[in-house]
């Protein structure tokens, strides 16, 4: 396995027997648990710039299925970021 420098310093820290738990560990997980969750969801407001065709033939798509043109480009960079669709460029 390879691990980054950082990630072999956190294995061999908690193998060197160091390693001590916290007190109120459910406590603990359960705040970095919430603080991840909360960045994962966290959005970013982003400009670009589209022609006005695409961007009208969006719209009617959009306003056909009955989803924001919004919606739909925030679907479409998921499943892209995620490798569900590919870009034909």
Excluded: F, W
Aim: aromatic residues 6%; charged residues 30%.
């Amino acid at each position: 396995m390879n691990l980054t420098k950082e990630e072999q310093d956190i294995v061999d820290y908690i193998e060197s027997g160091e390693a001590k738990s916290v007190e109120n560990v459910k406590d603990e997980i359960t705040k970095y648990t919430k603080m991840a969750k909360d960045h994962i969801h966290k959005k970013k407001a982003i400009s670009i710039r589209l022609p006005e065709s695409d961007l009208y033939l969006l719209k009617q798509r959009a306003l056909a299925s009955g989803i924001s043109y919004q919606n739909i480009i925030q679907s479409l960079v998921h499943q892209y970021t995620h490798n569900q669709i590919e870009a034909k460029l």
